[in-house]
């Protein structure tokens, strides 16, 4: 057997194994990539507010407020999103979690939101996991994505045009001829035109599904060193440690606005437990997590204990904190969101492609061995 009949002999194969959950990746990838343009549209009354010419209110009232709505859950985060838009008070209980929704200036209270019934948290989840246990999900979803880079490194390999004469129909469909040759062109082009961008998402992926990923990005950009150590957060002398004060959250808020006054969104954790520590994060645009600034205060008294600036973090870290933006998209803005899209689209449609290519010839050589 030559070469590339091996080489098309394990594309067949592992295309057959892996291409419903490649297919399953791909779609709820697409449906997923314009949520928050969706939700501003379709849930606007409690995700965009007027925007006004004053502070924020300080996180320890939008805590209190929730604990008034929600007395049985405890608060773990509240996040400012943009001066149009609300302040979510993350909040759980058991296995249940609520999303609360105020308004920033005035601490009125707009929604609560489950987002274990939230259409596009579980498109997020059947992206992540299938549905299924994330230790089981994940795995899956992992190996398919890593099958995936194989088929379109062994789909190159097939389509590379073996004569001069051949380029130019390689790169081409031609749409004259009948349905099943313009299926066949289909798959070949499309595979090859959107191979680069295609195999950077999945790549990108396979950082949610495996940290020995990014690890790797890390070290490669870093030529080398431990991710683990840059981003292990400091420890304080649980000893010395006082019952938590809503006012030390508020002046971790307030230090964070100082620090990066032109951050357009901002998230605040709090301490939950003995030993843990205010974290605050601080981000240059509105509903994009790249380009992130992290602080480190003390749950006692609010002082700041630890600062990484986006600007101070090593290339490696910054291009693994990117790592969402550019499997979305978002990096980019709208313009990386379609393209994000489309690939998303087109390889949604390669496994469909595939399979009508083998079925054809499986069915032409069984009516061969009829004849």
Not at 274 to 279: A, E, H, R, S, V
Request: glycine share 6%; proline share 4%; aromatic share 14%.
């Amino acid at each position: 057997m030559g070469f590339k009949k091996q080489i098309r002999f394990l594309h067949k194969w592992l295309g057959l194994i892996s291409g419903l959950i490649v297919f399953i990746i791909s779609i709820t990838g697409c449906i997923f990539c314009f949520h928050d343009e969706i939700k501003d549209i379709t849930r606007k009354e409690w995700r965009l507010v007027e925007s006004q010419d004053k502070p924020f209110l300080m996180p320890s009232i939008l805590q209190e407020k929730s604990k008034e709505i929600l007395p049985d859950y405890k608060q773990s985060m509240v996040s400012f999103y943009g001066k149009n838009r609300s302040a979510i008070v993350y909040t759980y209980s058991d296995n249940q979690n609520r999303y609360l929704y105020f308004n920033p200036y005035t601490g009125k209270y707009l929604k609560t939101e489950d987002p274990a019934t939230d259409f596009f948290i579980i498109i997020e989840y059947i992206h992540l996991y299938l549905l299924l246990p994330d230790y089981i999900g994940k795995h899956i979803i992992g190996s398919a994505t890593i099958i995936f880079i194989l088929l379109l490194i062994s789909g190159i390999i097939q389509w590379w045009p073996k004569r001069r004469s051949d380029i130019k129909r390689s790169f081409t469909v031609k749409w004259s001829a009948k349905w099943r040759r313009v299926n066949y062109d289909w798959h070949n082009t499309s595979g090859f035109y959107i191979a680069i961008i295609a195999a950077i998402i999945a790549i990108t992926g396979l950082t949610f599904t495996y940290e020995w990923v990014g690890d790797g990005i890390y070290k490669t950009f870093n030529f080398g060193g431990d991710k683990a150590l840059e981003t292990k957060a400091p420890v304080i002398d649980t000893t010395k440690f006082a019952t938590n004060k809503l006012t030390a959250v508020d002046s971790a808020f307030v230090a964070t606005m100082k620090l990066q006054p032109e951050a357009e969104m901002i998230f605040i954790t709090y301490p939950l437990q003995k030993g843990d520590l205010i974290n605050t994060g601080a981000y240059p645009h509105t509903l994009r997590y790249d380009h992130q600034s992290n602080y480190y205060f003390h749950p006692g008294d609010g002082k700041l204990i630890q600062s990484q600036p986006f600007d101070k973090k090593s290339l490696g870290l910054q291009v693994v904190e990117m790592n969402y933006g550019i499997h979305t998209g978002q990096i980019l803005d709208l313009p990386g969101k379609i393209i994000a899209f489309i690939i998303s689209l087109i390889t949604a449609a390669l496994p469909v492609t595939g399979f009508v290519i083998w079925y054809g010839r499986r069915n032409k050589s069984c009516k061969k061995i009829k004849a």
